[in-house]
Nanobody, 120 residues
Framework: QVQLVESGGGAVQAWGSLRLSCATSGPTFTIYTIDWLRQAPGKEREFVAGITWSSGSTNYADSVKNRFTISRDNAKNTVYLQMNSLKPEDTAVYSC?????????????WGQGTQVTVSS
């Protein structure tokens, strides 16, 4: 099984920056995409950004475009989410999730989540 471990969350003031990491282990050759999702209190989980494991193609939610950047280091089997110009509305638990090549339309693996808190 693929394991995902997030790190890098914390508290920051508005307009600050954080970088989240999603370290993967196990049979990473089975991964199709790694996505970052977030869930704020009282709200549904939402997609933030995603990257295709093999090609590196990326996509973003409109709310984070031009502020967040997703990237990967295949040598380290790690996906990063660089978050700049953070806003209080970015406060949420951020999780990375993996879809596999055989089951591309659903997340098969999840990390434990990391809290991001942005104060005004």
């Amino acid at each position: 099984q693929v394991q995902l471990v997030e790190s890098g969350g914390g508290a920051v003031q508005a307009w600050g920056s954080l970088r989240l990491s999603c370290a993967t282990s196990g049979p990473t050759f089975t991964i199709y995409t790694i996505d970052w999702l977030r869930q704020a209190p009282g709200k549904e989980r939402e997609f933030v950004a995603g990257i295709t494991w093999s090609s590196g193609s990326t996509n973003y939610a409109d709310s984070v475009k031009n502020r967040f950047t997703i990237s990967r280091d295949n040598a380290k089997n790690t996906v990063y989410l660089q978050m700049n110009s953070l806003k209080p509305e970015d406060t949420a638990v951020y999780s990375c999730a993996a879809a596999t090549i055989l089951r591309r339309t659903e997340y098969e693996y999840w990390g434990q989540g990391t809290q991001v808190t942005v104060s005004s």
